[in-house]
């Protein structure tokens, strides 16, 4: 089988401190593996070496079997790593349904030409609002994406990278600084996604009760190294979880 991504001895060092430390992982069609560990551990930062955002000291990834460790973060994007955007990277005066569209029609392939002909735009504004009911974001459709509570720029976030239909789907820390009630929508959207088995997803997350539900696999990075991985009954009860997460609660 070949794995949707790997990467291979991925490494970065941000001058003396090895922030990423040698990790080497695959990650098979349609699974949902869930990353953990304490601040710090370099969860983030794997992220950013895989999606392209930064360069690697050493080590490869490869997507679909193809070393993709020379190309940059759009080549990355085009080719089926989706990373969510910041909302920075999007339009902020353009109402949500706008920002949507645009994404819809970059997967399309028409590129960021506003002044498509009638029909296709009819067809791209159908599929953006598919997305906007997906992620309940109808009723703000067109609100300025800047002017959108927290909550519903992380929907937005979301919803762009949905709209983008990557292979491969990272999520950060999805639901940090959501409110209790909307943190469900996120979570169902995730769990559509890997009934679609299809995909496969990443997903960074602190909170273990999440974890348990959604994974099929948890890794565990500590001081940038991959420490534990396995099926999540058993990472979850493995001393090094139990030890990092206990070190969680007693820092906050
Ligand atoms: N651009 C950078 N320059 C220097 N050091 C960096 C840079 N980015 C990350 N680091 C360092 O790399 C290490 C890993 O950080 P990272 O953000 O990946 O951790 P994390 O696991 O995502 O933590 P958290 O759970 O808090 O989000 C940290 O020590 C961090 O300070
Ligand atoms: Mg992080």
């Not at 979850?236 to 906050?252: C, H, N, R, T």
Request: aromatic share 6%.
């Amino acid at each position: 089988m070949t794995f949707a991504l790997e990467t291979q001895d991925l490494t970065i060092r941000f001058g003396g401190h090895v922030a990423v430390d040698a990790v080497s992982c695959g990650f098979a069609p349609g699974t949902l593996t869930a990353i953990v560990g304490p601040n710090g551990a370099g969860k983030t930062t794997y992220f950013n070496l895989v999606s392209g955002q930064l360069r690697a000291t050493a080590g490869k990834v490869f997507l679909h079997g193809q070393d993709i460790s020379s190309a940059s973060a759009p080549q990355r994007s085009r080719r089926g790593i989706g990373r969510a955007f910041q909302l920075t990277n999007l339009f902020p005066y353009l109402t949500v349904l706008e920002n949507i569209r645009l994404a819809v029609q970059s997967r399309a392939g028409l590129g960021l030409n506003l002044w498509s002909i009638w029909s296709s735009h009819r067809e791209l504004i159908g599929r953006a609002e598919e997305v906007l009911e997906t992620v309940a974001l109808t009723g703000k459709r067109d609100w300025a994406a800047a002017a959108l509570p927290h909550g519903d720029q992380r929907k937005l976030e979301v919803a762009i990278l949905m709209a983008l239909e990557p292979d491969v789907f990272m999520f950060d820390e999805p639901t940090a600084g959501m409110s209790v009630d909307e943190v469900p929508v996120i979570l169902d959207l995730i769990r559509g996604l890997k009934a679609r088995s299809d995909k496969t997803i990443l997903l960074v997350e602190h909170k273990m009760d999440v974890v348990r539900e959604l994974s099929d696999r948890i890794i565990v990075l500590h001081n940038g190294a991959l420490v534990a991985d396995g099926a999540p009954a058993e990472v979850i009860a493995s001393p090094i979880v139990q030890e990092a997460y206990l070190g969680i609660e007693v820092a906050k």
